[in-house]
């Protein structure tokens, strides 16, 4: 199933049944558009019957259509143009239902991403991160304001955060040039990934440190990496993704590492009001 979708249908289309091959042909041109239809909207677009489209699906080795869909879905989300992304949104949603469609996919992409995480591999990160001599984090591009986030939220109650910025390649190798086995990587990338971020995580474990990878899927390039893999849905939701779910995951994080230290956590924020108190770095006249 590793292969290329679009390479394996075209490699079987000899095989395919006239009308499988009208279902073949209408995804290798429209894979964008085929992947959020239903079999009998499929069907009834290259004229066949429902059943015809799920045989195809069986053809190509799924267990049924959806199955298939979640290939094509993939597909879609990690080889298109922002450009192309934004024409696929426009047939998933209209302007009077894209507040509800969204927010409600949003709250199932949360359960869905409890349902999946390894629960495990969370816990060991926590005593990973907990434990290390320097945490790095890394995310770049669409993936940066998470890192910036936990970056923050981790230096409220951590004194050995690195925040390693994603400006170019070569600075990245540089800023964790000194990175090794006493020390946590903790890296996050989501379609369309990130080279630079991929990379950095093969030299973190080269040099012997801890990887936790946030990302979507066992499939994504950092996962082969990472000594704690820690998944999340980020389906599309227009021409970028949803990124709530590894937000969730984050928050999570933050939490259950100020619990496994809490005397530690309570004094460190406790200095830490009093330097806001001294510089005013609050309003404190709001009600």
């Known amino acids: 199933m590793k292969q290329n979708l679009l390479q394996r249908i075209t490699a079987q289309m000899?095989?395919?049944?006239?009308?499988?091959?009208?279902?073949?042909?209408?995804?290798?041109?429209?894979?964008?558009?085929?992947a959020y239809m239903t079999a009998s909207k499929l069907g009834a677009l290259v004229e066949v019957s429902e059943s015809t489209v799920v045989r195809f699906a069986n053809e190509l080795g799924f267990e049924g259509y959806p199955e298939m869909q979640r290939a094509l879905q993939e597909l879609t989300r990690t080889n298109l143009t922002a450009a192309q992304r934004m024409?696929?949104?426009?047939?998933?949603?209209?302007?009077?239902?894209?507040?509800?469609?969204?927010?409600?996919?949003?709250?199932?992409k949360i359960r869905h991403t409890l349902e999946g995480i390894d629960r495990a591999a969370f816990a060991t990160a926590v005593e990973r991160i907990v434990a290390a001599r320097n945490i790095y984090i890394l995310g770049v591009r669409s993936s940066a304001f998470?890192?910036?986030?936990?970056?923050?939220?981790?230096?409220?109650?951590?004194?050995?955060?690195?925040?390693?910025?994603?400006?170019?390649?070569?600075?990245?190798?540089?800023?964790?040039l000194d990175i090794g086995p006493a020390d946590v990587l903790i890296a996050i990338s989501f379609p369309r990934y990130s080279t630079r971020t991929v990379r950095a995580v093969e030299f973190a474990k080269r040099a012997g440190a801890d990887v936790v990878a946030i990302t979507d899927s066992v499939t994504s390039?950092?996962?082969?990496?990472?000594?704690?893999?820690?998944?999340?849905?980020?389906?599309?939701?227009?021409f970028v993704d949803s990124l709530v779910a590894p937000l969730s995951i984050i928050n999570a994080m933050l939490a259950a590492v100020s619990l496994a230290k809490p005397d530690e956590?309570?004094?460190?924020?406790?200095?830490?009001?009093?330097?806001?108190?001294?510089?005013?770095?609050?309003?404190?006249n709001s009600v």
């Open 87 to 108: 024409e696929v949104a426009g047939n998933l949603f209209d302007r009077d239902t894209v507040l509800d469609k969204v927010l409600l996919g949003d709250a199932d």
């Open 221 to 238: 390039p950092l996962a082969a990496g990472a000594d704690q893999l820690l998944t999340a849905r980020s389906d599309m939701a227009s």
């Open 14 to 34: 000899p095989e395919f049944s006239k009308g499988q091959r009208s279902i073949a042909q209408y995804i290798l041109a429209h894979y964008d558009r085929a």
């Open 146 to 176: 998470l890192a910036d986030f936990l970056t923050f939220n981790f230096r409220m109650i951590c004194d050995n955060v690195r925040a390693v910025e994603g400006t170019s390649g070569t600075e990245i190798f540089e800023q964790i």
């Open 265 to 284: 956590v309570a004094a460190r924020l406790h200095r830490l009001e009093g330097i806001w108190d001294e510089y005013e770095v609050y309003d404190k």
